[in-house]
């Protein structure tokens, strides 16, 4: 979208939050990978990691709620801002998952999956991997998982734009519907009137009925040919 004005304040907001998601991220690897031995350097970075997270999940609630209020974005800018949210939400919750599981590097078990339900298991991928190669596949698997959750909320959004763009459609045919609909009781209270009229003239004219049914059938095949152009 290209910009034709001042920089719009909800994107600019969104821009900080999307920063702060990242700087607080960047706490997080570093409390993995230079403080995992339990001191309190460790406490104090995890405290400070969730403190930014609170903030942050208050941030994008409040850019939520701007964007159902908003009226000067369309629609469709609308749903792009909706999916940024849904996206941004789905990090935060990410790292806040990663604070619940154990901080310390050192303690493999934590860093492998299944930990916690008995003896953890070493598997294909983790086999022969020391504890920075350990906490480098658990980045990857996440940057994995991000990804496939961005091609899912693409997918999302492709749908609801389509779904959208038929509703219209449909708005469209049955307005079309409705003309058509108007035209044809027209048409027939005209028919009504006219068949009206031509009664009283028969009546009125005794000795001229040949020529007043010629008129009226003249007058039906007129109307009929006037609705068969309409309807076409």
């Known amino acids: 979208m290209a910009a034709t004005g001042p920089p719009d304040a909800w994107l600019q907001e969104y821009d900080d939050a999307k920063k702060s998601a990242n700087d607080i991220l960047t706490l997080i690897q570093d409390r993995n990978v230079h403080h995992g031995n339990g001191s309190s350097e460790a406490s104090r970075l995890t405290a400070q990691a969730r403190k930014r997270l609170a ?8 850019l939520a709620d701007r964007i159902e209020s908003a009226t000067s974005v369309t629609e469709n800018e609308k749903n792009r801002r909706r999916d940024l949210i849904t996206a941004l939400r789905s990090r935060r919750q990410q790292m806040l998952l ?3 599981r154990d901080a310390n590097p ?18 294909a991928d983790t086999a022969g991997l020391n504890n920075q190669g350990l906490v ?12 496939q959750v961005l091609q899912l909320e693409q997918t999302v959004n492709s749908t609801r734009h389509m779904a959208i763009t038929i509703d219209e459609e449909l708005q469209l ?3 079309l519907l409705d003309d058509l609909d108007e035209d044809v009781n027209v048409t027939h209270s ?13 009546r009125d004219s005794g000795g001229c009925k040949f020529s007043c049914m010629a ?13 068969l152009f309409k309807l076409l």
């Open 173 to 175: 045919h049955n307005r």
């Open 190 to 202: 005209r028919m009504r009137a006219a068949q009206k009229r031509v009664r009283q003239v028969l």
């Open 136 to 147: 480098q596949l658990q980045r990857d698997l996440m940057k994995e998982q991000d990804e």
């Open 215 to 227: 008129f009226v059938l003249a007058l039906v095949l007129v109307v009929l040919i006037v609705l």
């Open 55 to 62: 903030t942050l999940g208050t941030t994008v609630e409040a």
């Open 98 to 100: 990663s604070l619940k």
């Open 106 to 123: 050192a303690n493999r078990a934590a860093l492998l999956e299944g930990a916690g339900q008995g003896k953890p298991k070493e598997t």
